[in-house]
């Protein structure tokens, strides 16, 4: 006798719970967490700069009765500005699929994820550009030239690490306090016979990055893994994706923990918080989504902006590293 079996009892359509979407975790973006962000009034303006010298010279005398005390003065430098590009990007949703799509798709929802994912990336990608390179007072090169890289026998990234710090303190009266790593860079010094060697009789886990901050004796140890597909749309190899920071490189700087008008810090982000349009005194907004109707186009867009910059300003506080891995 027939049955009904197979697709005559079931219809195939999408999951309501489930997609498959390829995109960084947020935790393997480093541009917001390095240097501190300064709120800006004005898209441009300019900041003091101290000469280092008059701040480190000892000039106090004794003082006899009745004499005036030692005196003396400091000077400021060249003023340095800052100007906040805007940044945005958009996409937009057509009447059609809107009203067509099916309850498990929320368009809307994912155009939004598109753009901050967008406005992501190009900070991420800025700020390599900007700071992860030979763009620092000091630089030093692994493979024998001036330290052994990390991941060849002998290496000591402890020790190379105590020297560097006591270079930028030599420069700036700083001890740098962040290390900033991809992630094969990280993966290179946590295998390290010098690093492991100092874990092997207490831990029985794995070496996370807060045991090598506190191994290094530096606030922040931070790693970078975000990736970033580097061909155009239509390119045979688009799906291709590479590190957005250079796999063999560190960068070990002092970054202020907030900003301070005597401190210096290898970096800023400069951000300006533009008022919202019709918004009362004091409402101000950093990274804005918008989404309106297009009629021309019978369509929604949404669109993200931001205005920002990434600005080294101190390029004594830090000290580059590259060939790392050999």
């Not at 798709?105 to 901050?116: P, R, S």
């Not at 493979?143 to 026998?153: E, N, R």
């Not at 060697?197 to 922040?220: M, N, P, Q, S, V």
């Not at 239509?234 to 005597?262: C, N, Q, W």
């Amino acid at each position: 006798m027939p049955q009904p079996t197979g697709s005559d009892l079931h219809i195939d359509t999408y999951l309501s719970n489930l997609g498959i979407a390829y995109l960084n975790d947020p935790s393997e973006y480093i541009a917001d967490v390095v240097f501190p962000v300064v709120n800006v009034n004005h898209r441009s303006d300019y900041y003091p700069v101290y000469k280092k010298g008059y701040w480190f010279r000892d000039e106090a005398k004794q003082r006899a009765p009745l004499t005036p005390s030692a005196g003396g003065g400091y000077e400021l430098d060249d003023p340095a500005k800052y100007f906040c590009d805007r940044w945005g990007f958009h996409t937009d949703i057509s009447d059609d699929d809107i009203d067509n799509q099916d309850d498990v798709f929320d368009l809307e929802d994912d155009a939004t994820a598109y753009v901050i994912e967008k406005l992501r990336l190009r900070r991420e990608r800025d700020w390599a550009a900007k700071y992860f390179a030979d763009v620092w007072t000091s630089t030093v090169a692994g493979g024998g030239v001036d330290f052994t890289s990390w991941d060849v026998a002998g290496s000591d990234p402890i020790v190379d690490i105590e020297d560097w710090k006591a270079t930028v303190k030599l420069l700036t009266g700083m001890k740098p306090n962040v290390l900033v790593l991809p992630d094969r860079v990280h993966q290179t010094v946590k295998n390290n016979a010098a690093v492991v060697d100092r874990y092997k009789h207490t831990i029985g886990g794995a070496i996370t990055t807060d045991l090598l901050a506190r191994l290094f004796e530096i606030d922040r140890y931070l790693v970078a893994g975000a990736l970033h597909a580097p061909n155009e749309e239509g390119d045979a190899t688009e799906d291709t994706l590479e590190f957005i920071l250079d796999s063999t490189s560190a960068l070990l700087v002092y970054a202020a923990p907030r900003p301070s008008r005597r401190r210096p810090s290898g970096g800023y982000t400069f951000r300006w918080n533009r008022p919202r349009i019709g918004g009362k005194a004091g409402d101000r907004l950093e990274t804005t989504i918008k989404k309106w109707y297009i009629k021309e186009i019978e369509g929604t867009r949404v669109e993200g902006s931001l205005h920002e910059d990434q600005k080294m300003v101190a390029a004594d506080c830090g000290i580059f590293i590259t060939d790392i891995r050999g």
